[in-house]
């Protein structure tokens, strides 16, 4: 199952896998439901009303089949009530929320995923991509994923390097801060997602010479290291 991870505001990832091409199918013909639902609905009092304005109908009908969804992920945190009843949401590749100008991204772009050949484009690209992405979400760097019940986290399991048999490495690490921790973890996330060493080792050699640090630690398992010994000696 192909996962991402979110980082949490603890500065820990948390795995999600990414929504199933089914899930995903469900959610939209549960959305496209309401959207008519509410439109046959409407238009039955307009039609009962006696409301003969071309433009009124076209206004009322029209705004949220036209914007159903978009408004919804804005103020639903990437959820629409399809996706909030499959339990699937709208998140940045990164891990993070995405904005309000990358849901509307997704929204415009809509109109090319689901507007030609019946949404076969859509349904290709989420389904051989690897990330999960129609052309809206590769233009909005966003993914859906399928939230999942998450175990209660003890601050013990947060800070994993709190144990207290734990002996920090290099104390030097108390040094760092938590911008330094989170260049360590963008580099080796790089290193990890698209096999380019190269930031990695530019961190290692500049906190080796920062902390005046001398070890024969592979730069990987130099990096963890830090942040083990970090995460440690910050969190007594």
Do not use: C
């Not at 949220?64 to 499959?86: C, D, H, R, W």
């Not at 991204?105 to 076969?120: H, N, S, T």
């Amino acid at each position: 199952m192909q996962t991402i991870q979110v980082r949490t505001t603890q500065n820990v990832f948390i795995h999600y896998p990414l929504a199933s091409v089914g899930d995903r199918i469900l959610a939209y013909l549960f959305d496209r439901v309401i959207v008519i639902a509410f439109m046959v609905a409407v238009g039955t009092l307009l039609y009962y009303s006696d409301v003969t304005s071309e433009w009124l109908w076209i206004l009322i009908l029209g705004f949220p089949y036209l914007f159903y969804s978009v408004i919804f992920e804005i103020f639903m945190n990437g959820q629409t009530l399809g996706k909030y009843a499959l339990k699937i949401r709208v998140i940045r590749l990164n891990g993070t929320p995405a904005s309000i100008g990358d849901y509307v991204l997704r929204w415009v772009f809509a109109i090319i995923d689901f507007g030609i050949l019946g949404g076969a484009i859509a349904l290709i690209l989420v389904a051989v991509g690897g990330k999960g992405q129609r052309l809206g979400d590769l233009v909005a760097g966003t993914t859906v994923i399928k939230l999942i019940e998450q175990e209660e986290i003890t601050a013990e399991q947060i800070f994993v390097t709190a144990e207290t048999e734990y002996q920090p490495v290099f104390t030097q690490a108390i040094q760092l801060s938590e911008r330094d921790i989170e260049l360590i973890q963008r580099a080796l996330e790089v290193n990890r997602d698209t096999g380019n060493g190269s930031p990695m080792l530019a961190v290692t050699e500049k906190l080796k010479t920062q902390l005046s640090i001398q070890t024969d630690l592979p730069p990987v398992k130099f990096l963890y290291t830090l942040i083990k010994d970090f995460n440690h000696l910050t969190s007594r």
